[in-house]
């Protein structure tokens, strides 16, 4: 079985004038199917860049990316398109609703994009709405509903399409901390059911749930292990349990 | 994704902009009407004047001979030669002019100066003359030279009072007397100049009261409007054959004149349209602002389509679709507004005006074509943006 996700020796690079900035500075990680790793770091350590790179919205300076085993490095737009659509659903800070579709239409696009038909993409796009509990707000805009509810639309949107991985760029970070908790006990929910979920944040307490760390730090992988092995989400992991006991 | 889910998608981007696209709209809207109220007033005029020579006869053939004594062209020669090819030829009919003063025994001081026209029976069919009352010229009235009239409702009227009562009165032209026989149908309005101010007599009366025994003008009809051009020829050899020299006559045809004024008519037209066409350019270039202004609005929005998967196509489907949808929103309402302001138009003219059905599909499909010429490039830049710019774009 070949991995899921495998980056290797990936570099991306901006230039800057006359300077370099490495974003990701020589980054090799794999991931299997069914796990839920979270990307932790300061801002600006490269964890979005590295995301962009797993959810082909960005392609590396060097290196190599198999998805599924396949090596997507040399894919065309148009072929990177349709990876996204059949195997990654996006989970966006800012939730990246297209503000004058309905809750529906927005959550239908990916199918639509797939070449489902209207009656497929209404059932299942309905169906993720059932999963996240809105399908009473099917009709209305997304300035109708608060920002969680907004960003479990997103989280239904990124369902719909029965994507390999759930990337989840900073999901809580526009969410009051109750909020932010709620959608987090949903992604491990998903995680449970079998989804694999690549998450991304800079709080500690918020990568707590996840089941594995991968810490970046200046572009670089300084840590790759379970979470009691991470000193800063160990401790926010057993102020969380505290919390919550 | 459908073609009609894509227009759906457009008609709800352009409803959600309604000032904006109307503006955009504008400029099309203004194209096409101009295009529409032209192409609809020149078919208006085109088919007027056509209307008006078909009164005339289109068939007619008008010959003019310059008088010379070595060879002259007998009219029993004509007459034989007409005769000779009834597949060329319907009728002949001399045509001599005579001008002069034309009054009544009792009208005193009151004259009117007019022509009269000496013809022969033949000229009836060529001219299609209708009477109202009385009678036209005869074969026998022709052999016998006599002295009789057939006139217009302008003259009618003016000696008269009223057509019916002009038949067996008296006219004097020239002081000559001449009898009445007919009145000939009002077709305009009966006015001095107009085409109801015509006094015909026989040809021999006409040539008696001139003087002279040359004919030098005849009006032949060619036997129908798709042998005209090879009538002509035909009289033109016949009378080179006779005078021998082409400098000593003239065969000139309606049809030619016709066809050269709507020759004419078509230039003008083409050069109107071509202006209006302008109008639609800078339509089109309106649309392409806009459309870019719209791209680069809905950067974001773009961006996130792609990152949920939509591919080079799919974008570009959605922009060209949402220009071509605008502009031929435009175009129907231009060629509404078009056809309604050319049939005012035709009204306040007095002139049967109607836009062509080929003008409208043609109308309707340029501004289609035009909205998505326009809309093509911006749609490209839209399609060709890099997903994660566009997502960080705000
Ligand atoms: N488009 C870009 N151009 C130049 N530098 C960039 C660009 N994107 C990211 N960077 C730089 O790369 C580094 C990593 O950025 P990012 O991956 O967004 O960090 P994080 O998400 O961990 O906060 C930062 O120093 C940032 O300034
Ligand atoms: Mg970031």
């Known amino acids: 079985m070949p991995h899921l996700v495998e980056l290797k020796d990936i570099y991306k690079i901006y230039h800057m004038g006359d300077s370099d900035v490495h974003a990701l500075d020589g980054i090799s990680l794999t991931i299997d199917k069914g796990e839920f790793v979270a990307i932790v770091g300061s801002s600006g350590s490269g964890k979005s ?112 399409g029965d994507p390999s991985v759930i990337l989840a760029d900073e999901p809580t970070g526009a969410l009051d901390s109750k909020t932010g908790r709620e959608v987090m006990r949903f992604l491990q929910q998903l995680n449970r059911e079998g989804n694999t979920i690549i998450l991304i944040t800079h709080d500690n307490s918020i990568a707590a749930r996840a089941s594995r760390i991968v810490r970046v730090t200046d572009g670089k992988i300084v840590y790759d292990g379970p979470v009691e092995g991470d000193k800063n989400v160990a401790l926010q992991a057993a102020a969380g349990r505290d919390e919550e006991g | 994704m459908g073609l009609t889910k894509s227009f759906m998608m457009a008609l709800s981007s352009i409803i959600n902009n309604k000032v904006r696209s109307l503006l955009t709209m504008l400029g099309i809207i203004i194209g096409i009407a101009s295009v529409i109220i032209l192409v609809s007033l020149m078919n208006g005029l085109t088919s007027e004047i056509t209307s008006i020579f078909d009164d005339f006869g289109t068939t007619s053939l008008t010959t003019t001979i310059t008088p010379r004594s070595t060879k002259e062209l007998k009219p029993e ?17 001399p045509s001599v002019s005579v001008s002069g003063e034309v009054k009544t025994p009792d009208s005193g001081d009151d004259t009117i100066t007019s022509s009269a026209t000496g013809v022969s029976e033949g000229y009836y069919d060529i001219k299609r003359v209708e009477m109202s009352f009385g009678r036209f010229i005869s074969y026998a009235d022709c052999e016998n030279k006599s002295k009789v009239a057939v006139i217009g409702s302008y003259e009618a009227t003016y000696f008269f009072g009223l057509s019916s009562k002009a038949v067996d009165e008296t006219i004097r032209i020239n002081g000559t007397p001449y009898t009445v026989i007919g009145v000939m149908e009002e077709k305009e309005d009966s006015t001095e100049g107009s085409s109801d101010d015509a006094i015909y007599i026989p040809y021999t009366t006409a040539l008696q009261a001139t003087g002279t025994n040359i004919i030098s003008t005849y009006v032949v009809d060619a036997a129908a409007d798709e042998v005209v051009d090879e009538a002509k020829e035909a009289l033109e050899n016949f009378l080179l054959g006779v005078i021998g020299d082409s400098d000593y006559y003239n065969v000139s045809s309606m049809k030619a004149i016709i066809d050269e004024m709507l020759e004419m008519l078509d230039t003008m037209e ?16 309106g649309i392409m602002n806009i459309m870019l202004v719209s791209v680069s609005e809905r950067t974001r929005e773009i961006g996130i389509r792609k990152s949920l998967g939509a591919k080079h196509k799919h974008i570009m489907t959605q922009f060209v679709m949402e220009s071509g949808t605008v502009s031929c929103i435009g175009g129907v309402i231009g060629i509404v507004l078009g056809s309604s302001m050319a049939y005012v138009a035709g009204k306040l003219l007095g002139m049967e005006v109607a836009p062509s059905t080929g003008a409208i599909v043609v109308a309707f499909c340029v501004s289609v074509g035009i909205g998505i010429i326009f809309g093509f490039l911006p749609a490209r830049k839209a399609a060709k943006l890099n997903p994660i710019d566009a997502l960080r774009s705000d």
């Open chain 2, 77 to 93: 020669e004509l007459y034989d030669f007409v005769e000779q090819n009834p597949g060329l030829y319907a009728n002949v009919s």
């Open chain 1, 49 to 160: 860049t590295c995301m962009n790179i797993i959810g082909c919205l960005d392609v590396p300076t060097s290196g190599t990316y198999k998805l599924n085993g396949k090596d997507i490095t040399n894919y065309t737009d148009n072929e990177l398109a349709e990876v996204r659509n059949k195997m990654l659903g996006f989970i966006f800070q800012q939730y990246n609703l297209i503000p004058k579709l309905t809750v529906i239409e927005n959550v239908q696009l990916p199918l639509l994009y797939g070449g489902v038909s209207d009656r497929e993409q209404r059932q299942r796009a309905m169906a993720a709405l059932r999963r996240v509990g809105l399908e009473s707000k099917a009709k209305n805009l997304p300035a109708q509903l608060s920002g969680g509810q907004q960003q479990r639309v997103s989280i239904a949107r990124a369902l719909a």
């Open chain 2, 270 to 285: 083409l050069m109107l349209v071509a202006i209006a066409g302008i109008s639609l350019l800078v339509g089109g270039i």
